[in-house]
């Protein structure tokens, strides 16, 4: 009964030792898959950051060229309004 006790505790032994080889395996796969994850994040909000600056710019550069398109129609307006009373 010793020796079947012995040989028992030394397989309960290597199997806990295999399991602590898997958890750190899986762990660490874990963890790099995270820090890539984490990176393309990273990218992806620089991305979306510039492109959504460069569409405020565009819309800055659109509203200000229809004020001035405005403004010049609206001269133009009142000229011919002042000059047909």
């Known amino acids: ?7 028992d505790m030394s397989q309960l ?9 898997d958890h750190h395996v899986i762990s660490s796969s874990i963890g790099n898959s995270s820090q890539k994850t984490n ?4 990218k992806l909000a620089v991305q979306q950051n510039m492109k959504y ?3 405020l710019e565009l819309e800055k550069q659109k509203s200000d060229f229809l004020q ?18």
């Open 68 to 85: 001035k398109r405005n403004t010049k129609y609206a001269g133009r307006t009142e000229k011919r309004m002042a000059f047909t009373k």
């Open 39 to 42: 990176a393309k994040i990273e």
């Open 1 to 7: 009964m010793n020796v079947q006790l012995t040989n």
């Open 13 to 21: 032994k290597t199997a806990v030792s295999r399991l602590q080889q």
């Open 53 to 55: 600056d460069t569409l």
